[in-house]
């Protein structure tokens, strides 16, 4: 079981920016291949935004590339969402969500329990 703790979530005016943060504990982190960043607007279902691996790799969707930046700081067993440029259609609950084995978006088992991003035109 790894555990996932999201925090960040807020209500901006277009244009603005925010960072999401996801922490686990020391042991669990060191058990992941693939951490990602995962969204659900209202009445849409789940779409994932990006993803970072064991060798920090990223892969960020296209809808969001060049506004939202993946990273993630080892020593704080930490995984981060910097979004910029936030739309109203950004508006969605982010979940982070972890893998122990590949990066696909199937592979993630290990869910937060998410953090609200509104954003108001």
């Known amino acids: 079981q790894v555990q996932l703790v999201e925090s960040g979530g807020d209500s901006v005016q277009a244009g603005g920016s925010l960072t999401l943060s996801c922490t686990t504990s020391?042991?669990?982190?060191?058990?992941?291949?693939?951490l990602a960043w995962f969204r659900r607007a209202p009445g849409k279902g789940r779409e994932g935004v990006a993803t970072i691996d064991s060798g920090g790799s990223t892969y960020v969707v296209d809808s969001v590339k060049g506004r939202f930046t993946i990273s993630r700081d080892v020593a704080k067993n930490a995984l981060y969402l910097q979004m910029n440029s936030l739309k109203p259609e950004d508006t969605a609950m982010y979940y982070c969500?972890?893998?122990?084995?590949?990066?696909?978006?199937?592979?993630?088992?290990?869910w937060g329990q998410g953090t609200q991003v509104t954003v108001s035109s």
């Open positions: 969500a972890a893998s122990t084995y590949y990066c696909r978006w199937g592979d993630f088992r290990y």
């Open positions: 020391k042991y669990e982190y060191s058990r992941v291949n693939c």
